[in-house]
């Protein structure tokens, strides 16, 4: 907001250096555009600083590479409610690429929000990279915790052939891939036309480790003897969670509030031992194949009570188990929130509470 | 107003003259290219392309004023306000969807006027006794602000109060109506100021602001529309740490995470740093409350610190964390950080469950 002083003196200093300045201006002005034609400012805009290109400019886009995307963005609308859900981008991608797949979902009904950092709980990325099959491309896309990838080998005549399933991580919605052949997307192997899936280990990073300070352990802390069994440790999501064998309650209670239990089973290791073997492989295979739904949460509680000879101990051992387990429920698609691991170990017997060597793993669905 | 002010016209008349030699017939002169205000998602170019570069800027002042105001408004919160919108058929339309774009609204095309968020607008001529002037107006669902603006010679001023309605929340608005004076006048005279939409508020807080020639930045040095944008949630966010700041003796600390970005100036927090705060929020309910600590190295306010504080607040809503329940701390000196390191900074969250 202006305000005038009256300043004469001040009035005329700013007077001449503005003179001097239009006179410079003016000058550098007259030279660009006689030079360069009529260039016209792109205002005071963002793009103007930045070289964004405004409005979609995917037209040098490979058919090849639009028929990638529409292929991932149709998986994209299955697991996402398009009317239901804003996807976020960087506002300063003027990728191409991404530019096309951003059109291509809105069009699907998507929301689209420009963000300037990397916010959002949908934030959306793309990875395209050659593998070392010749001819053949990997494109993945990223929103929020869901992967979607897949394979695709690149024909000459601008057009490409899926060559992998569908790979998803962090989701089990079902997903139908019905390819259908046109002239840039040729459909050579129908067996390729499933879902399948997997671990999300692109996005499943080392994270800062959320503590628990609540008053209780506090106090425990305090009051137990040093060379006792810890009361707590880091999970396999590197949060801090309380050792069960000295409480009743979970770590997690709270976010099962609204939640019922909906199964339970134990997954049983060996003696001083993490190695899952076939069958348990399997069960967790059933587990996750015939009862689980994408808004369902798993809750691990790893054990290990009794006298151990590993050095890692009765707490490595009881979280080692249950990390083992979250392992095994990711690679089948499973998201990392949806499981809440925990344990319970000590040197001695826990008694009915909780199995000696094992995974208790149950099964909760949202009262909602 | 000559487009040179403060050289004699026949000297202006050189310039242009010289200028004008290198190009065709286009619409020369100040202004605005079509890209500037082209939106990025569902743009209408050929709406664009009846009207000239300067008539362009004009409308990007406009949308520019009346989105700055929207943004500071609670319900409109970008972070997590996602609105509905029509392809844009007239360029004050294009001018609106852009500016909402810019300002970091999530966008969603519909084919009628789906959605709680629907953005409509309008444009009304009107003769006046104060000759003709423009009513601009945006409504993005019930919430509706509108005000007149004169083109006098190559700049646009308001020439009215901006009047609000559908919402209690305008005490803290500000306008920014500092973009106009930019553009430099002859003593010209606006009104800047809001109020409620047939509410009368003995409260008002009204001014008049004097544009005169030496006002006049130079196109590449006036307020940025991404300033206005930025400065009005930044706005937004220091407010309501002020007005909300909750009673931590009510509370106590259940979780603790510490956010680490990688340096002082990134708003970017990557996938661990997001994966954090997913896993903290899903033990959040209803009447907790998040502190985030993200200023540590001065007593008083630091700009730095503050937006990486509102970059985990905005993150933390969009994982459905309430604005209310979460908490900006005011600044504590923890340790010492020169301006010029850039190592990695720490920002801390803490999830506090009622006593």
């Given at each position: 907001?202006?305000q ?9 200093a ?9 006179l410079?201006?003016a ?14 400012s ?11 290109s ?9 058919e ?12 994209v ?11 976020q ?9 991404m ?16 963000v ?6 949908n ?15 990997h494109?993945s ?14 024909l ?15 989701t ?6 019905s ?8 459909v050579e192997d ?15 990073e ?30 396999s ?12 309650e ?6 099962l ?10 997954i ?15 069960l967790i295979?059933q ?16 054990c ?42 000590a040197p001695?017997?826990?008694?009915d509470r ?15 | ?5 403060g050289?004699?016209?026949?000297a ?10 290198g ?16 939106p ?22 406009i949308?520019?004023n ?5 943004v ?7 972070a997590?306000?996602t ?33 709680q ?15 003709l ?61 809001a109020q ?10 009204a ?5 005169r ?6 196109q ?16 937004y ?9 909750p009673?931590?003796d ?8 510490v956010?680490i970005?990688?340096?002082?100036t ?16 899903r ?22 610190s ?15 964390v ?17 301006a010029?390191?850039?190592?990695p900074?720490?920002v ?6 009622p006593?």
């Open positions: 907001m202006t005038h002083s009256g300043d004469r003196a001040l009035y005329r700013v007077c001449a250096h503005r003179a001097f300045y239009r410079s201006t000058s550098l002005l007259t030279a660009a555009l006689a030079l360069s034609g009529c260039a016209i792109e205002g005071y805009g963002p793009d103007r600083l930045r070289g964004v405004a409005g979609p400019s995917a037209e040098s886009l490979s090849a590479d639009r028929a990638m995307f529409d292929d991932l963005s149709g998986i609308a299955q697991i996402f409610e398009p009317l239901n859900t804003t996807l981008i960087n506002r300063d991608n003027a990728d191409r690429r530019q096309y797949f951003v059109d291509t979902l809105a069009d699907k009904g998507f929301g689209i929000q420009r300037s950092a990397d916010q959002g709980a934030y959306l990325s793309y990875t395209r990279k050659n593998t070392e099959q010749p001819d053949e491309v494109l896309v990223a929103i929020g915790a869901v992967l979607v990838g897949r394979d695709y080998r690149q000459n005549d601008d057009a490409v052939s899926p060559n992998s399933v569908v790979r998803l991580a962090g089990r919605i079902p997903v139908a891939v390819d259908t052949s046109s002239r840039r997307f040729k129908p067996s390729l036309s499933e879902a399948q899936y997997v671990a999300s280990l692109g996005l499943d080392a994270s800062p480790v959320i503590s628990l300070i609540t008053p209780e352990l506090v106090s425990n802390v305090s009051n137990r003897a040093a060379n006792g069994p810890s009361l707590q440790a880091l999970n999501s590197q949060v801090e969670v309380n050792n069960l064998f000295y409480g009743s979970s770590t997690f209670a709270s976010v509030d609204d939640y019922q239990r909906i199964d339970r089973q134990v049983v290791f060996g003696n001083d031992s993490m190695v899952l073997g076939n069958t348990n492989k399997l295979e587990f996750v194949d015939s009862k689980l739904k994408d808004s369902d949460v798993i809750s691990l509680v790893g290990s009570n009794g006298p151990t000879a590993l050095e890692i101990g009765n707490e490595g051992l009881a979280l080692g188990r249950a990390q083992r387990v979250t392992q095994a429920l990711m690679s089948r698609g499973v998201a990392r929130h949806q499981v809440l691991d925990e344990g319970c170990w001695t017997n826990v008694g909780f199995p000696s060597r094992g995974v208790v793993m149950e099964l909760w669905r949202s009262n909602t | 107003m000559s487009f040179f002010p050289f004699t016209k026949p202006s008349g050189v310039f242009l003259a010289i200028a004008l030699s190009c065709v017939a286009q619409s020369g002169g100040p202004g605005i290219g079509e890209g500037a205000l082209l990025r998602l569902a743009g209408n170019e050929e709406a664009l392309k009846d009207i000239s570069a300067l008539e362009r800027a004009h409308l990007q002042l949308a520019t009346l989105v700055g105001t929207l500071q408004i609670p319900e409109m919160r970008p997590t306000a609105l509905q919108f029509n392809k844009p058929e007239s360029a004050y339309g294009n001018a609106v969807i852009r500016a909402l774009e810019d300002a970091g609204f999530g966008m969603q095309m519909v084919s009628a006027d789906q959605g968020n629907f953005v409509s607008y309008s444009k009304r001529l009107s003769e006046t006794e104060s000759g002037v423009t009513d601009y107006a945006l409504a993005v669902g019930k919430i509706q602000l509108s005000r007149e603006y004169v083109v006098d010679e190559d700049a646009v001023f308001p020439s009215s109060l901006l009047r609000i309605s559908g919402t209690d929340y305008i005490a803290d608005i500000e306008l920014a109506d500092n973009i106009f004076a930019e553009q430099g006048g002859d003593g010209n005279v606006f009104i800047s100021g409620r939409e047939g509410i009368p508020d003995p409260e008002l807080k001014s008049t602001v004097d544009v020639a030496f006002d006049q930045l130079p590449d040095k006036r307020t940025l529309q991404e300033t206005v944008f930025s400065d009005a949630r930044q706005r966010f220091e407010n309501d740490a002020k007005r909300q700041a009673e931590l009510n509370y106590v600390k259940h979780r603790r995470t956010l970005f990688d340096d002082n990134t708003q970017m927090m990557g996938n661990a740093n997001k994966r954090a705060v997913r896993l903290l929020v033990e959040f309910s209803d009447d907790d409350i998040m502190v985030i600590k993200a200023c540590l190295d001065a007593d008083g306010k630091d700009d730095a503050m937006n990486r504080a509102i970059r985990v607040e905005e993150e933390l809503a969009g994982y459905g309430p604005t209310e329940a979460a908490y900006i701390a005011p600044c504590a000196r923890a340790s010492y950080r020169h010029s390191d850039d190592s900074t720490p801390e969250l803490v999830h506090y469950r006593r």
